[in-house]
């Protein structure tokens, strides 16, 4: 319970005191014009209260993840801990500020188009091919998982496709719809229903009879059943994703950079709300961990059900909060997938508006490009949804990835600290290249060439990226000198 505890003010105190000092280093000009006030369309560029604009990106950038995420990590032991509080802190909530603020100073553009701004124009076709791919996963994954989880909740009475098709319904409305008209007028009801399902369950944890494992040595070992083939590095840090780092992240924060009405704003909504998603995660492992009387008892619950995780969760809202409790706590992890599934798909919209110059004022224009996603995300929905949601995880990772290499390259650009962001930003190479080598969807190599793999990639992509860097500043140094 103490390291439980201690994680939970850990990540409070680091928004307060980290989270300044990451404002300090971007410095914020409270007098500059927001893309929300320069750039209002009554469509996507618009100002809306602090309080709407932090409940969105809370539940834009939650999703399953900090739920399903953190039930699978916790299957690892206390070690899940770690990565929750010091990947929140030290990676997630810089990522995830930067790539709003970054979007801020930049009219709202979409993060494919900030990569290609510091990392030159071949990365950001890349991205634009890469954020628009990883987008329609996001919108196929939360448009089968909700599906699943209401149909259990109704006795599997209507059918999973039947739901499938009216969260459909619903994705398409909230993607061509003013961000006023729905958006930002059910998510504060959904946010409130998950921000009351981890408060219910860390109420119970901690005046509860249960003990959470501490974070003392015997315990920082892989607990999963089958360690070697599930070896905590680099598995766990792709595992636990939305509750530490998360790509996905960077392409939502562009939605709120849009709606944003001053800049010293940006702490409480893209750090705050990664800081608010860290805690809840960290409540799910915790519970996890306790609800099947110890992290073993976990993993033989985990794979008695085949490694379901909303199996898990709903046997631990149910069980916990009550009937009542446990159905508001079940609408919040309803709520979760469907409202970042929904903002998934307004992303690629916005990506692709972005790409082709496509004015989004007329709703034609929006349908243009919106109709093609959800065809190709509905084909998508035929497929195992397994094999879609582990190939998500890694190409979700990889973008957190090129993002903190992105915002390093600005920092070494505007001569500010960049080391805030580098050793992430190296770690995150590590983790995405070992992955992809050692995975079961990977080239299932052993360990050590995949770990070998690692290294080498990593300092492949470090050389490389000194290199670029080292040009752009000489560049700049010739255009300083043209022009005096």
Known sequence: MISFITSIILLITAYFIYGKFIENVFKIDINRKTPAIKLKDGV???????????????????????????????????????????????????????????????????ISEIVGLYLGPKLKHVMRIFTVILLVFVGTVFL?????????????????????????????????????????????????????????????????????????????????????????????????????ISGFHATQSPLMARCIKNEALGRKVFFGAMITEGIVALIWAAVAMVFFEN???????????????????????LN???????????????????????????????????????????????????????????????????????????????LAMVVLWTITAYLIKEKKTYWITLIPALFMTMVCSTYILIAPEGFQLNHTISYGGGVVITLIIFILFKRYTKKINELNKVELRDTF
């Open 144 to 244: 089968v998982g909700p599906g699943k989880i209401i149909d259990g909740m109704t006795g599997n009475t209507l059918g999973v496709w039947l739901w499938v098709l009216i969260i459909l319904c619903y994705y398409i409305l909230s993607t061509l719809l003013p961000i006023d008209k729905l958006i930002s007028k059910i998510y504060p009801l959904f946010g409130f229903a998950m921000l009351f399902m981890a408060i219910g369950l860390g109420m119970v944890l901690l005046f509860g009879d249960y003990q959470i494992p501490e974070l003392v040595p015997s315990n920082l070992v892989n607990m999963k059943t089958n360690p070697d083939k599930n070896p905590m590095f680099p598995i766990l840090f792709v595992t636990i994703a939305c509750g530490a």
């Open 44 to 110: 996507d560029y618009m100002p809306l209260p602090t309080w709407r604009i932090f409940l969105i990106q809370f539940l834009n950038i939650a999703g399953l993840g900090p739920i399903f995420g953190a039930i699978a990590g916790a299957m690892f032991g206390p070690s899940a801990f770690l990565w929750i509080v010091f990947g929140t802190i030290f990676a997630g909530a810089v990522h995830d500020y930067f790539s709003g603020m970054l979007s801020v100073r930049h009219d709202g553009l979409s």
């Open 320 to 398: 916990m909060l009550g009937n009542i409790g446990g159905v508001l706590a079940l609408l919040g992890i309803v709520a979760a997938p469907i409202t970042s599934g929904d903002t998934a798909f307004r992303s690629a919209r916005l990506i692709l508006a972005d790409i082709f110059k496509f004015n989004q004022k007329p709703i034609k224009n929006r349908l243009y490009l919106s109709v093609p996603l959800f065809v190709i995300a509905f084909v998508l929905t035929q497929v195992d949804f397994a094999i879609i949601w582990r190939y998500f995880a890694w190409s979700n990772q990889t």
């Open 295 to 317: 992290v073993q008892g976990l993993n033989i619950a985990m794979a008695e059900h085949g490694n379901n995780a909303a199996w898990a969760a709903n046997e631990i809202s």
